[in-house]
């Protein structure tokens, strides 16, 4: 079973994730959604069981539920970059910085109401995984092939 991880002490591994890892997570996660693995908020004993499996199968990598857990709770984050970007859809997408291209005053306006978002200034959340993290985490299912 191969890992892709680093060794932060003798009993912890720290999972590295990459942006291939972190679309197929995503992925995996929407399918247990879309088959009722998840309830309320959180998956089910089962719902982990598969995404670990499936996360496993599709990247040959053998993350713990723990470090999967982990990650889904990193993108949970997500919450705060939408509140921050609120309603504005002319905002632009930085692909140098990787963020909202916006004034110095559109960050300290929204900083104010939302200041757990003040890492989003410098790295946000990529604008192809919005519909992605949305599945995840305010319910709304999507059709097609590709959950099915």
Known sequence: MSTS????SDEKLKAMWDKRLTEIFCNVCIKEILKGNRSDAHFTRYG???IMT???KETSKGFSQRQLQNRRDALKKWKAWKKLKGEDTGLGWNLIKRTID???EWWESGLQVVPEA?????SGIDPEFEGKLDQMFMGIVATGDEYS
């Open 48 to 50: 982990w069981l598969k």
């Open 5 to 8: 991880a680093v060794e932060v």
């Open 118 to 122: 003040k890492k989003f200034r410098t």
């Open 54 to 56: 499936n996360f496993e």
């Open 102 to 104: 916006a004034s110095d």
